[in-house]
Structures are given as C-alpha cells and as structure tokens.
C-alpha cells in the first residue's frame, strides 16, 4: 500500500480543486452547477456499449444471429442442388427467391429469425440492463458515483437499441455474404413483379434491416421495464422473453383478432411491404407508430420505477 | 477539508471553529413495504475531519442509514444531508465528493480490474475522461493491487476484491469517504494496510465514516463513534468519551488473593473482586479532567504503582499487575447489555 500522492496530482484544476489538503473547500454546489454542462455527455453511453459488447454472453447471441442465415443458406443450397426449387413447402417469405438471386437471403433470414431469435437477444440484453447490475450489486456503485437515475436508465436503453441494430446487421451482413457465396447475385425482383438493379436492391436490404432493427424498439423498451422490476437479471430475461412467446401466440389465435393490431409484434413483418414497387409504407408506419408507443409507455413505466426505487441489493 | 481539521484525533471538539458537519441526519426513519422499521428516528451527526466508527450488531439499521445518506433508498420520514445539502436531491452536486464501499465490494466479473474502475470512473460526468488512466493508476497503486490490475475481476480473491472495492471509492480526491465494512475478507497483513490507509486519508483531511464490527477496529482508527442497535442511535461522540464511560479495572495475579484484597481495600479500592489467584477492583473515584480530548485514555486519578507498594509492604507476593483499560466493546455492552454479536 505505497502511499500515492498521485491521486489527484494527474487531474486538472477543476478536478483537483476537491481534495486539495488544506485547500479551500469546494463549495458542492457550486461545483455540480458549474458541471451540470457536462451531464449529458456520451461518456455513460460509451460505457455502456463497451460493457455490453465485450461479454462473452452477448458475443454468443451475436453468433447465433450469424449462424442462422449460414444454416438456412446451406440448408437451401442443398436442398436446391438436386434441381427442385426451395421453399415449396412453405418457411419464410422470400425462401423460394433465394435460388435466383442471394441477397434475397438478407430478407429471407431477416424474416425468419424476426419473429423469435432476435427479440430473443434483446429480451436478454434489455431484461438483464439494469436488473443484472442490480443482482452483481454494480447498481448500487454506479448510483452513488453519481451516475444518475435517468441518466442511467437513458443509457441503458441507448446501448440496448445499439443492440437491436448491431444484432440486425449481423443477420443482414451474414446473410449477404452467405448469398454471394452460394447462389447468383444481379438484378431484383420486387414483389410486385418489376425489376430493380442489383445497387438499389442493396440500398433496399438496409432499409429493411433498419426498419427490422426499429421494430425491436417497443419491445426493448418493455425488457427494460421489467428489468427496472426485479433484482435478478435471469428472472426479468425469462420474464421478457416469456412475454415475447405470450404474444406471439396470441397474435396466431384469429378468435383474438380485436386485440392483434394493438400487439408490438403485429406489423412486424411490413418489411416486406418495402420490396414492392412502389413501395407500401401504410403497414411499415403503423408499426414504426407502434413501436413508439410501446416505447413511451414502457420507457416512462421504467422511469416511473427506476427514479423512485430503493436500491436495497 | 479544512485547515483545522488537518489533525484527525479528537481535534473537532476542542477546534474553536466548528464547520458544519459532513454528514447530518434527523430523524431519518425507513420503514420497508413489509411494514419492518429498519431505521427508527435516526439523528446523527458527523463532523468535519473525523473519522467516524459506526457501530452496531447485525441487522441494527447501519445499512440502510448508510443507503439512505448516499440516496440509494428513500428515507419514510425525516432528513439526510451530506455538507449540508439534502438527499437525496443534492445526489449529482454532492456524491462526486463521496467514495464509497457499501454492503461489499462488486464488480463486473468479465472485466479485468482495471476496467472495473474505468467503468466507474467513466460513469462519472464529472470525472475527467483525460486524467482517466492516471488516476486508475494511482488508486491500484494506493491499495496495492497495480500488479494484478489486468486479471479478470472474477479470479480476484475476496481481499483483492475488498481491495477494488476502495480503488474504486479513491478513484478521485474525496472528501468523504463511507467504508461499509472495509476490512472483511482481508488478512490481518490487509487489515494493518487498509487502517493504515485510513489513517493516512484522515490525516489529508478527508472525514471518514467507517461502519465495522470490528470494536478494536474501531477504537484503533477512530476518533468518533456511534452505537445503533434495532434501529436505533443508542450513543454518538468522542471515542476517548465512549470508552472513558467505563473505568478501567485494577487487575493482580497473586498466589495470595485474600490479602490482596484487604490491602487494596485499606487504599480506596471499590468493588473488589477475589478469585483463585487473582483479584481485580475498580480504582478510587475520579476527580480530574476526564472529558481531556486530547487523551484517548480515561484518566487515572490514583497512581497504580502506589498501590503495587502497598501490596508489596504487606507482603503479598504478585505476580501480575496492571489496569485493564475500559474498552469500546465494555462501553458497549454497558449500552446494550449484550454482547456484540447479537442481532437486535
């Protein structure tokens, strides 16, 4: 325990004006006021993002994400390589294009693991934000930094949307390389019959996985909510995800039609609609409108509850 | 942090200036869901430059004070402030110049342990992110883990952790410090660091509110301390006053305990005490300045070598002679009247 000076010796003068010995003492509320500036900084934000990506946990999910759209393209390519064509009986929408052309395999893996596999990922990321830290006891250091309440949680929902894109990228960026590998790539066509060229299919691909990565936000924000609600990150990724398969089911039940278009998960795939042409935005902007909705609520739900709570683990 | 209170020991109650104490609660009471109180009409004041011993047996409310004065939980009723300012609103003007170890260390077990602080310091706005790796530094280097900086925080030993635990609340100059336990888990070689730390701390001026269970822990490093028991604030002040509560006891070995006893008796010596081969006795009443801050002993009117005399002149051989000092831990139980470890 060598006795270090340097404690404070590295900061500058606005730092070390707080522990000088001997020094006029820092008047706390001049000095929160003088740095309320520098309060939403990005800093938390960084943080956050490098705390979440460099767990082993979220890496393996991520892979996961990669290896679905490597298995359906293999799993197409042999199937097909007899001379039959994929998708005749059933599976995801764009199945039967990918033989054609291999970036339709960005649409085909982005509607297959939408519904489940990547709402999964974010249930854990999003369900264990605040509520792992809570059960590592990291919570209550964090709070008495100060990190602040809703500065807090704003990071934690930040990171978790970053989540949803980079996880929506992985699908979409290992779909496409799967695509070029094994099948053709050129030209696209739409839905609707027409022909796009190959640039302004690309163009549409992240359109699509963008609008894929906005449809997680609604339900992001619900894995945040619960997780405001317990101290066992396992028990609000359950709780998330259990969530997620509720609805699912429910919204497969047509006898509970009357409630479907309320779900977060109802207009998940309009994504599709962006392959037409023109393009029908009616779909993707109910249920971009929803997924703010669900946000809102949920965000102030979480914030109703994380600003008042008693950090007791 | 103030001139004045540069020198730890028992310095604020003889300081002709009394700054305005760093930690301030009244009647602070928490009262959980389940309709437990946990902390019952608290008041507790901690002045400036000491360094504070809370005390108190398992289950007593030292916790959820201390979560109540750093705003982790909501008081029920009545007030908490640190520097004068209330919490929990003050929390983003006041808690930067507050490090703490609450309730144990934690840490992300995935990231090596200087990532850990990275991460705490990084979760301060107003820590500045260009002298970030500097401090690091100097706060592993001050409790002595700059060699295992780059393990993984989760292949640290409990010490270690414990060790991390402080890093983290040294990662800026404070001027309080709350230690929750600060030694658990440490071997005595740890333990010895980890007072002397505190002891150095102390001495730059920074106050230190130390929660322990440790009483001789306390009576070691503190110049302050403070009693709860189911809730609770039995007694608060001076630890050279807690102590002096109780007086010490005049203890001889002798082979000869009957005249001991009648020697002692014949100089004044009150409540005596004879068993086999020993005797032990309060010493003749107290008329002197007792209340002296610059001693941590309690005062001791009648010389014990006088009495060593007498016995000697009377022919009583002695083997052992001495006077046990009243300890916290007496003073303690004199206050609850049971011993320490009980839970309230």
Redesign the interface.
Known sequence: ????E???????A???S?????????D??A???E??G????F??F??EL??TF???RTLALLAVLAAVPVLIGIAVKIETSGGGSAGEGGGPAFLTQVTNNGLFLVFAALAATLPVFLPMTVGVIAGDSVAGESA???L?????????RV??LLAKYAAALTFCLAATLVVAVFALATGAVLFPLGDVTTISGTTISFGSGLLRALLVAVLVAASLVGFAAIGLFVSTLTGSGIAAMAATVGLLITVQIVDSIPQLGAVHAYLFSHYWLSFADVMRAPVLWDDVVKNLVSQAVYALVFGSAAWARFS?K???A | MVTQQAEPAGSAEAGPVVAAPVIEARGLTKRYRGGQLAVDGLDLTVPDGSVFGFLGPNGSGKTTTIRMLLGLVQPTSGSAGLFGRPMPQAARAVLPHVGALIEGPAQYGFLSGRDNLVRYDATDPTADPRTRSARVDAALERVGLAAASAKKAKAYSLGMKQRLGIAAALLRPRRLLVLDEPTNGLDPQGMREIRALVRELAAEGTTVFLSSHLLDEIEQVCTHAAVMAQGRLIVQGPVAELSAGTRGRLAVTTPDPADAARVLREHGVTGIEAGAGRVTGDLPAVTGDAGDAESTKPAEPADPADLNAALVRAGVRVRAFGVERGTLEDAFVALTGEGFDVAG
């Open positions: 325990m060598s006795r270090a340097a404690t404070g010796s590295g900061a500058d606005r730092t070390s707080a522990g000088t010995p001997g020094g006029t003492p820092p706390p509320a000095t929160g006021r740095r309320s520098l309060w939403w900084t800093g938390l960084r943080s490098l705390t460099r767990r082993w590592a006891g990291t209550r250091y964090l709070l008495v930094v100060p990190a602040g500065r807090l008042t008693d950090v007791t």
